[in-house]
Structures are given as C-alpha cells and as structure tokens.
C-alpha cells in the first residue's frame, strides 16, 4: 500500500521569508498525482498545488512551487515570501491509479509577523 | 466552483446512537470519499464511492457503513457511535483523471460523542 510522510509536524517562517515543507511517499505505480492542501485553522481543505508524476517539470503556483524527485520519492513544498496568510495546517497527498488518496500526517505551518 | 457541503458542523450525540452525516456534491463527481481527521494521523480513508450504490472499504471501515442512493449524495453512518468515534469527518469528492486530478473538500463535521 502507499505510504505518504511527512516529518515534520510543525514548522514557522518569519513573514516574507522562504520555507519549505518535507513529503516523502512510497509506491510501486509509475504514474500518479501529487497533491499539497491547505487547511486554514476551521477552514475548509484547499488545493494549493499538484503534480503529475510523468511531467518532470516542478509544478509552480504563484509563490508556491514543488521540488518532485521521482527516483527519491520526494515532493517538497517551497513557499516563498511567506504571509500570515499561508498559517495552516499542510497536507501532502497522493492519488493512485485506483482513484484512492494517501495523505501525510500534517505541517502546522506557523507565520510570525 | 465545486460546492462540497456537510450537513452538519458540529454534532454531540450520545454513546450507543446511530448516526448520520450527510455529504453532498454539486459537480456530478463520480467519486466521493469519507475521511476521519486525527491530529498527528492525517486523514484516514474510512469508505468511498465510484458510482451510484458502489462502495469500498478504506483503511479504518470498522464502525462505519455509507449509503450512496444518488450520485451527489454520499452518507455515513455509525451504527453504534462509541467514544473512540470523536473526531472530525471530512467529505471530499473527485471527477475522473480525465477531467480533474484533485479531491474537493467539505467544510468537515466535528463529531463528540459522549
């Protein structure tokens, strides 16, 4: 069965800076999805960023943008210029070819001002 | 925009009800999803749909059962709600990875049950 980690279950970045989120996963499959959600603090779940796993090209969105090693089974989340905005909790997830998603335990993100 | 909604946000019920959380979808998503969300566990797949009156186990169905008699509606039921049931529930549905890859999500159900 799939497995999706991250090892890291809290983090904080001072506003405006960079930071970046651990997610490792494994799989036997070759083509697959890679998610990251946002879950503000009793908000709804978001989707911030995907990834397909046959596009070797780093998926980027806004100040948001993947680091996807394919061999290393690895899919970070770089968020840059970071604002309050962005405290949440962060999910990676994982969708397999059976239609079934695998998330990560959580990143509670901190922004301190 | 995709509209997943719960029926309820916050529920109390008592040890030993049933209960009944309701999920529906407005996109004509073919796959809809429960979760259980733990802190320090993630979320955890406890059933989910890909068709009308189709269903199959995640990884945590024990105390659980659904019922999806129309394709925007997706319900999960406790038989038997017990304390180890406390916990927020997320609905999430998807369309077929030829038309989108992610899930969408409901605002979730905090259930307490005491």
């Known amino acids: 069965a799939q497995t999706v980690t991250q090892s890291q279950p809290e983090m904080s970045v001072q506003e405006a800076e960079t930071v970046t989120l651990s997610c490792t996963y494994d799989?036997?499959?070759?083509?697959?999805?890679l998610f990251w959600y946002k879950q503000p603090p009793s908000r709804q779940m978001i989707l911030v960023i995907r990834q397909e796993a046959y596009k070797q090209q780093n998926a980027t969105e806004n100040r948001f943008s993947v680091n996807f090693q394919k061999a290393a089974k690895s899919f970070s989340l770089k968020i840059s210029d970071s604002q309050l905005g962005d405290a949440a909790m962060y999910f990676c997830a994982y969708r397999s070819n059976f239609n079934k998603f695998y998330f990560g335990s959580g990143t509670k993100l901190n922004v301190k001002p | 925009d995709v509209k997943v909604t719960q029926s309820s946000r916050y529920l109390v019920k008592r040890t030993g009800e049933k209960v009944f959380l309701e999920c529906v979808q407005d996109m004509d998503h073919e796959n809809m999803f429960w979760y259980r969300q733990d802190p320090g566990l993630g979320l955890r797949l406890i059933y989910f749909?890909?068709?009308?009156?189709?269903?199959e186990k995640g990884d945590i169905p024990e105390g659980y059962s659904v019922s999806r008699e129309k394709k925007e509606r997706f319900s999960l039921i406790l038989e038997s709600a017990s304390t180890n049931q406390t916990s927020m529930y997320l609905c999430a549905s998807s369309s077929l990875p030829t038309v989108t890859y992610e899930q969408y999500f409901g605002p979730g159900t905090r259930l307490t049950v005491t």
């Open positions: 799989t036997s499959e070759s083509d697959y999805y």
């Open positions: 749909s890909y068709d009308v009156k189709m269903k």
